[in-house]
């Protein structure tokens, strides 16, 4: 296949790229694109040493063991493992410092500390070819996997499961996304976690429908009060920054409340999957 039809196959011809990342929380979504590009790569005889797993350290505000498992089920698969972060500041830091927390209108959560250390992987790793092969004459061709899936939400429903990333192309590198999961239902990830017998984590067990930070901006009340719960010392944290920085959790909403809560006894109930 030529390059430039390479959208019109699905799934895409492997073979075509230098890198296969598949991008790593850890998450239940994210451990079935993993062991689904491992399936794939395996048909098409793609070797394994060029994919790779990345993670982005969301550290202080992710579950514990996050990133300890996301290397382990990176392991599973004999597969290389790579860890990026912001390393200007955390996520706490960036709160403090900007005085106010991430919105559905200011996302810098992700965009800071998850596409933007996404991206020096995708960097490092054209630089890496370009220094092993100096006469490849052409930009280093990456393949990014991602987790999303359309049952998720209206706006996840409307992207391509396939396409060009043009932020992260230039004429060193070029990227594309793959959505290797999209089509599927959150049963049919289970089952695929099941099936594998490759660890997930614990906060599932625990109730959580999403392995995000453990105080996402989204979460409804159930989770947080979840979350805040089988991590005091993380909501104290939320709750000085909330206080100093003068500035609410949510609109209208303080992460203060689910502190008091909690102390007064309510059991978190049953929780809904959240729109991301």
């Given amino acids: 296949m030529r390059w430039d039809s390479r959208f019109k196959s699905d799934p895409p ?28 790569a395996k048909k098409q005889r793609f070797s394994s040493s060029r994919i790779v797993v990345g993670h982005c350290d969301l550290s202080p505000v992710e579950w514990p063991g996050t990133k300890e498992l996301a290397r382990l089920q990176a392991e599973h698969y004999k597969l290389r493992f790579e860890v990026r972060r912001n390393n200007k500041e955390n996520m706490l830091e960036r709160i403090l410092r900007r005085r106010m927390w991430p919105s559905s209108a200011c996302r810098f ?45 209206p706006a ?5 499961k396939y396409g060009p990333i043009v932020r992260l ?7 594309d996304m793959w959505l290797p999961i999209y089509k599927w239902t959150v049963e049919q990830v289970w089952e695929d976690i099941e099936a594998t017998g490759v660890p997930h984590h614990v906060a599932y067990d625990l109730g959580m429908p999403r392995l995000s930070c453990v105080f996402c901006i989204f ?19 939320y709750v000085e920054i909330e206080r100093e920085i003068k500035h609410t959790f949510k609109n209208g909403f ?5 502190k008091e809560a909690l102390k007064a006894g309510e059991v ?9």
């Fill in 169 to 175: 192309s230039n004429t060193r590198k070029q990227v």
């Fill in 219 to 237: 979460s409804p009340r159930a989770a947080l009060l979840l979350a805040g719960k089988h991590n005091p010392e993380l909501l104290d944290r």
């Fill in 13 to 40: 011809d492997l073979l075509l790229y230098d890198w296969v990342v598949v991008n790593s929380s850890s998450g239940k979504d994210s451990q079935s694109v993993l062991a689904e590009v491992v399936r794939e």
């Fill in 254 to 258: 303080r992460i203060e409340e689910i």
């Fill in 268 to 276: 978190p109930g049953k929780i809904q999957n959240w729109v991301m």
């Fill in 109 to 153: 959560c992700t965009s800071d500390f998850k596409r933007g250390p996404s991206g020096t992987l995708m960097t490092a790793l054209g630089r890496e070819l370009h220094q092993k092969c100096p006469g490849i004459g052409r930009p280093v061709r990456i393949l990014s996997c991602l987790g999303m899936r359309a049952e998720e939400s």
């Fill in 156 to 160: 996840r429903e409307k992207l391509a």
